[in-house]
Each structure stands twice: as structure tokens, then as C-alpha cells.
């Protein structure tokens, strides 16, 4: 059994397992999904010697920060995940807030529900100061879930992890003392 890092009333996000790894590749495997990431599917073979352990490594760094499947309160089925880590660029101030979910999940405010959760979490329990947000400038949809989560742009920047590198934008949203 996984840890439970949050529940909203729809969503639970909790730790990923090794039992994960055909879900996860799965989400990968999906052109649209992948559209704002390089637009390639995942090998398996990386999924399962890569991406998914470091998901795992982690949680030895302790309960706040890590990457958490996103599975549905109703069916318990994977809707996909988020994440909530230290940027990966040094010169980016906050604690960074990501997403990626199942085509059959969007439209349907599972990202601004897990989202908004993670803020709260961040402000509240964990007394982050800034919690940021990345995307490609092209995709609307995650600039809307960042906007309906109050966040608001801060810069634009090339996205040099994907080929070929693509402008790209920073969102922000302070606690408010």
C-alpha cells in the first residue's frame, strides 16, 4: 500500500509504486498527451530504468516533495500525476508545480482541483513561500489551470529539454501572509 500525500474530493494523490510502471507508460504512449513534451511516446525500457525510479528516489528525500499518481476517488482508476519539487533551473526562486494527466481526464477540472490542493498544501502545511509553474507558451490549457489557480505569468524562457527548444513560461503565485 502507497503513502497518501493528499485527497481532494475527487482525487487522490498518492506515492507511486513499482505496480505503476504499465500506467505510467501508458500515459506516456499517447500522441496528444506528449504533444507539449517533444511529441514522442516513451520507451518502456525508460519508463521503467529512469523515469520511474526517479520518482521513487524521492521519497527518501522525505514527505513534502516528489511526483504522486493521480488516481480517481470514484473508480480509483489513474487519471496521471503531478508533481511538487525544487525547479530543476537554479535561477528559478519557488517550489515547482506540475501536471500531466490522461486525455480522458481533461476538460474535466482534475488539474486545477490537484493543483489548487498542492498550493494549499504548500502555503499552509508546508510554509512555502512561492509555488511556480511551467508549460510550452502554445498550451492554453495548462496557462489556464495556472491562471484559475491564481497563479500569474512571470517571464518566458526557452525550453531547451525538448528538440527542437521551444519558448516556454514561468507562472507564479506567492503566499499571502
Known amino acids: 500500500m502507497s503513502i497518501i500525500y493528499l485527497e481532494t474530493p475527487r482525487l487522490r494523490l498518492r506515492q507511486f509504486t513499482s ?13 496528444a498527451v506528449m504533444r507539449y513534451l517533444g511529441g514522442k511516446a516513451t520507451p ?10 526517479k520518482f521513487l528516489a524521492f521519497y527518501a528525500e522525505g514527505p513534502n516533495y516528489g511526483f504522486w499518481a493521480a488516481e480517481s476517488l ?22 515547482e508545480l506540475g501536471y500531466r494527466l490522461r486525455q480522458e481526464a481533461w476538460g474535466q477540472g482534475f488539474a486545477t482541483e490537484g493543483s489548487l490542493a498542492i ?14 509553474a511551467k508549460t510550452l507558451k502554445e498550451n492554453a490549457a495548462s496557462r489556464r489551470v495556472m491562471e484559475k489557480c491564481g497563479m500569474n505569468f512571470v517571464s518566458e524562457f526557452i525550453e531547451h529539454r525538448i528538440d527542437p527548444p521551444t519558448p516556454a513560461v514561468w507562472y507564479a503565485i506567492d503566499r499571502v501572509r
Open 19 to 31: 505496480g505503476d510502471l504499465d500506467a505510467l507508460w501508458q500515459l506516456d504512449q499517447d500522441p
Open 44 to 53: 518502456c525500457e525508460d519508463v521503467r530504468d529512469r523515469i520511474l525510479p
Open 74 to 95: 470514484i473508480d480509483g482508476s489513474f487519471l496521471g500525476w503531478f508533481h511538487f519539487r525544487p525547479p530543476m533551473e537554479e535561477d528559478v526562486a519557488g517550489i
Open 119 to 132: 498550493i494549499a498544501k504548500a502555503f499552509d502545511e508546508l510554509g512555502i513561500e512561492r509555488v511556480v
